[in-house]
């Protein structure tokens, strides 16, 4: 089993920064994308951002210039610097990991509990 555990969440001023962090443990095969989502109170959870095993990145445009996702293979994990935060990125981010467990294993999503970003002066 993967386990998923985010952390960095807070309180920050409009303009603030912030950043969010994400690691995976457990049995782990391979790690393929890992990616940011948030949902905000009566909407829908959205994708922030995605990082690829490779590199490659995609960001929301709402994020474009505003947010960095990076990660680091070497301890499964995944960040996700937010700056110039603005009211509306206040919601519950939350990290999902695409992995297998062992050799053999279907891909599957994996999901942390949600760190609680606020956006408040």
């Known amino acids: 089993q993967v386990q998923v555990v985010e952390s960095g969440g807070g309180l920050v001023q409009p303009g603030g920064s912030l950043r969010l962090s994400c690691a995976a443990s457990?049995?782990?095969?391979?790690?393929?994308?890992m990616n940011w989502y948030r949902q905000a109170p009566g909407k829908q959870r959205e994708l922030v951002a995605g990082?690829?095993?490779?590199?490659?990145?995609n960001y929301a445009d709402s994020v474009k210039g505003r947010f960095t996702i990076s990660r680091n293979n070497a301890n499964n994990s995944v960040y996700l610097q937010m700056s110039s935060l603005k009211p509306g990125d206040t919601a519950l981010y939350y990290c999902?990991?695409?992995?297998?467990?062992?050799?053999?294993?279907?891909?599957?999503?994996?999901w942390g509990q949600g760190t609680q970003v606020t956006v408040s002066s």
């Open positions: 457990g049995s782990i095969f391979n790690i393929y994308a």
């Open positions: 999902n990991v695409q992995a297998r467990a062992f050799p053999g294993a279907v891909r599957r999503n994996y």
């Open positions: 990082v690829t095993s490779g590199g490659s990145t």
